[in-house]
């Protein structure tokens, strides 16, 4: 079966700084890998996906993650945090035989310091 | 709006009650998932459909029961609610390209 593990509960950095939150998956199959956003008392909305082809994916707002396989990785990387920023960022997973199956991490807080 | 529709959004229940959380989405989307959300736990998937007539189980599917008569409804039923179940339960949907839309979530104590 799949996991996700999100090494960090919480993430702390000042504006304009960059932040990487971490995330790394167990397999022994092919996975679809997904960051998914949670701002306060609202669902989740997608950020961004791996399905395949390129390893770097990007979201429009500046975030962007890479798949990396032999690592069993998928970073979410910004390059320049803002206050808007502020949320609680999801890692998931899913094996590319069951796709409807998906896996989330325990979250990764994120808070933006004026 | 199209989207997915959870009612309702808070509800209390006694030890032992039951009831039915509703989801609808209006997407025509194939999977469908409920999941829970507890604090430091992210979430946790508890049954999970790929269409119509179709569900199985999640990570935490006890105490739980599922149906997907229609492509648009999948309801969780708790067959005798718990203190555990208190929670923040989800529901999503998603096409083959696994854009998974959530609905805002029903907030649940049980007491």
């Known amino acids: 079966a799949q996991s996700v593990t999100q090494l960090d509960s919480q993430v702390p950095v000042f504006e304009e700084a960059p932040v990487e939150l971490r995330c790394n998956y167990s397999?022994?199959?092919?996975?679809?890998l997904f960051w998914y956003v949670q701002y306060p008392n609202q669902g989740l909305q997608l950020l961004l996906k791996?399905?395949?082809?390129?390893?770097l994916v990007e979201s429009i707002n500046g975030f962007e993650a890479e798949f990396n396989k032999s690592q069993t990785s998928f970073h979410l990387r910004k390059p320049s945090v803002h206050i808007s920023d502020t949320a609680e960022y999801f890692c998931?997973?899913?094996?590319?035989?069951?796709?409807?199956?998906?896996?989330f991490g325990s979250g990764t807080r994120l808070s933006i310091r004026p | 709006n199209a989207g997915v529709t959870q009612t309702p959004k808070f509800q209390v229940l006694k030890t032992g009650q039951s009831m039915t959380l509703q989801c609808a989405q209006d997407?025509?989307?194939?999977?469908m998932s409920w999941y829970r959300q507890d604090p430091g736990m992210g979430l946790r998937l508890i049954h999970y459909?790929?269409?119509?007539?179709?569900?199985d189980q999640g990570e935490v599917p006890n105490g739980y029961n599922v149906s997907r008569s229609t492509t648009e409804d999948f309801p969780l039923r708790l067959l005798s609610a718990a203190p555990s179940q208190t929670s923040v339960y989800f529901c999503?949907?998603?096409?083959?390209?696994?854009?998974?839309?959530f609905g805002s979530g029903t907030r649940l104590t049980v007491v």
């Open positions: 459909s790929v269409g119509a007539g179709i569900t």
């Open positions: 997407m025509n989307h194939e999977y």
């Open positions: 998931a997973v899913t094996r590319l035989s069951s796709a409807s199956k998906i896996i």
């Open positions: 791996y399905l395949s082809g390129s390893t």
């Open positions: 999503a949907s998603s096409g083959s390209s696994l854009d998974y839309t």
């Open positions: 397999s022994s199959v092919s996975v679809y």
